[in-house]
């Protein structure tokens, strides 16, 4: 006897949890809010998740992560100036409400609660945004190949500077969420790409 047949589509639930994760961090979350949040027994919760709520959790970051890699190679793909797209990728962060800037982003949160208490789920999150520097790499390069980049610095050097940027915006944003006050900080952080 298989039980019951799943009456939840995966992704959308996984979906609704990482949204709930990023904005109560991991520790905060318990089993019951994440049930709530998903519409789902907790039967049906553990036959999903047979590792709790760190297997959900990771699915989450997972899921979060390969939409927003495909959604950023896609577009870096079709930009014709690399350059000038990881410019507009940065400036974007000002469309964004205040309630988002409050949030921070979702990888660089788990990487800072989870580094001393759930030590793989961190590097889980951190390989996330590791992704996103390869990205930074490939785009810089390519400027590179295009004439549009005319820093002197390694095309690593600015990719890792670039993710350390994105990280500390992460941040920023949570302390200072009007758009105004991050334009002005991004607009001097894009100076390194000059």
Not at 128 to 149: D, M, P, S, V, W
Request: proline content about 3%; aromatic content about 8%.
């Amino acid at each position: 006897m298989s039980g019951r047949p799943k009456i939840f589509d995966d992704q959308e639930v996984i979906s609704k949890a990482a949204d709930l994760f990023w904005r109560q961090g991991y520790e905060a979350t318990s089993t019951e809010d994440l049930l709530a949040e998903m519409g789902i027994g907790k039967g049906s919760f553990y036959l999903a998740f047979k590792g709790g709520k760190k297997e959900l959790f990771e699915r989450a970051l997972g899921q979060n992560s390969d939409k927003a890699i495909a959604r950023f190679k896609k577009e870096l793909d079709e930009a014709p100036d690399a350059i000038a797209y990881i410019r507009q990728f940065f400036r974007r962060i000002t469309d964004s409400p205040k309630k988002i800037h409050q949030r921070g982003c979702i990888m660089g949160n788990a990487v800072a609660e989870l580094s001393n208490t759930e030590v793989l789920l961190m590097k889980k999150a951190a390989h996330h945004l590791q992704e996103l520097e390869g990205l930074f790499l490939k785009a810089l390069l390519r400027g590179k190949e295009q004439g549009k980049l005319k820093s002197k610095l390694e095309p690593a050097l600015l990719a890792r500077m670039l993710l350390n940027n994105w990280n500390g915006l992460g941040i920023t944003r949570r302390i200072y969420p009007d758009n105004e006050s991050l334009s002005a900080i991004i607009e001097i952080q894009l100076k390194i790409l000059e």
